[in-house]
């Protein structure tokens, strides 16, 4: 079983997507990442700044027979100016990467139910348990495990 995911932004055109922990040029480093993306969306209207976290989670035979699973969070990419400088508007400790930028649609509540995320929190703003019930991951293993039976009979 392997996986992988990404921050998709409509604006964009999918991108970062599969380069989203290299976006920067060179791998792992979330500050330079973020300041690249707020950099690409500067100017980019608020209504305009639709984005998702997708995951892809794909199981493979010895024989090659493979299985893969998607899942999505969809979301925004939050911006702020000030005197000019971009600046970053999400905070939060529940997270990593692009988690303190992304707005998602949806919150959890406990780790499995979901409501409108009315409060406009970023993804690290999230509790463990909010995110687990909105995950991109959970979304694609939790396909996986129902298709998992039928794809090994």
């Not at 922990?21 to 700044?49: I, S, T, W």
């Not at 930028?101 to 999230?126: H, M, W």
Request: with cysteine.
């Amino acid at each position: 079983i392997a996986d992988d995911s990404g921050l998709c932004v409509d604006a964009l055109g999918g991108a970062p997507g599969v380069y989203s922990a290299r976006y920067c040029g060179h791998h792992g480093d979330d500050e330079a990442n973020n300041d690249k993306l707020l950099e690409k969306m500067q100017d980019v209207p608020a209504e305009q700044r639709g984005a998702k976290f997708v995951a892809a989670v794909c199981f493979i035979l010895p024989t090659g027979r493979h299985l893969t699973c998607r899942g999505e969070c969809p979301g925004k990419v939050a911006f702020a100016r000030l005197a000019g400088v971009i600046a970053r508007e999400g905070r939060g400790d529940h997270g990593f990467g692009y988690d303190p930028l992304f707005i998602p649609d949806e919150c959890g509540v406990g780790k499995a139910e979901k409501r409108p995320n009315t409060e406009g929190r970023s993804y690290a703003q999230l509790t463990p348990d909010e995110k687990d019930a909105i995950s991109h991951r959970g979304v694609a293993l939790a396909k996986l495990e129902k298709e998992l039976p039928e794809f090994l009979k």
